[in-house]
């Protein structure tokens, strides 16, 4: 009964090739959230949606985008990945604003090649 | 600014020892402070937060505003509380912040 699905788990890119990463939820929360954790880092966040309205985070690259078509899904876009731009991410959802339990997906690494 | 700093990477005990894992904060408005933890290959997910001011698993923790603290204890760590531990920060009415410090990893041994 997985919760927070991210897909893939493990994605490869090229530098400066497009890449995609998906999450998924079946708690029908109204928040999603990405973050991008590098090794011995705190998770970062990047930006997140509450259903339709999307919050980015003031540090967040242009190079990350972000997409929800429905309230079950989001994507994380890398328009042009750098080496810089390897890590966990991470996809996580709450049912409201401050105060509300994130629920966390299992994350995607990203290696850039 | 606002910050979230746990100014240990890594802590051994013995099985049987009590445990605290310390966190501080620098935050200028409301906070509303969590744990969460991550089991080896397992996902990140809430251990407990300051105001339902519960016991989860054995551990506790106690807001201190004086100190802006929010250190994470146990009297008697186990060998299954072996994990990484991240403090996190919400910012009550202003929910699009939420921070969390670089985590603790926890080595319990036997």
């Known amino acids: 009964d997985a919760m927070v699905i991210q897909n893939p788990r493990y994605q490869v890119t090229q530098f400066g090739k497009p890449v995609t990463l998906s999450c998924s939820q079946t708690?029908?929360?109204?928040?999603m959230y990405w973050y991008q954790q590098k090794s011995s880092q705190a998770p970062k966040l990047l930006f997140h949606y509450y259903d339709k309205d999307f919050n980015n985070e003031a540090d967040t690259p242009d190079n990350f985008q972000s997409r929800r078509p429905n309230t079950s899904f989001c994507f994380l876009d890398i328009r042009s990945p750098g080496l810089g731009d390897a890590a966990m991410y991470l996809c996580a959802t709450s049912r409201g604003a401050s105060g509300y339990e994130q629920y966390f997906g299992p994350g995607t690494r990203l290696t850039v090649t | 600014a606002q910050r979230v700093t746990q100014p240990e990477k890594l802590l051994s005990v013995f099985k049987g020892a009590p445990v605290e894992l310390k966190c501080n904060y620098s935050y200028s408005g409301s906070p509303e402070l969590f744990w969460y933890v991550q089991y080896s290959r397992q996902r990140l997910q809430l251990l407990l937060r300051?105001?339902s001011r519960e016991s989860i698993k054995g551990f506790t923790a106690d807001l201190n505003k004086g100190e802006t603290s929010f250190h994470l204890k146990k009297p008697f760590a186990q060998e299954e509380d072996s994990a990484m531990y991240y403090c996190a920060l919400s910012g009550l009415g202003n929910f699009n912040k939420f921070y969390f410090g670089s985590g603790t990893k926890l080595n319990v041994k036997p």
């Open positions: 708690l029908n929360h109204n928040v």
């Open positions: 300051h105001i």
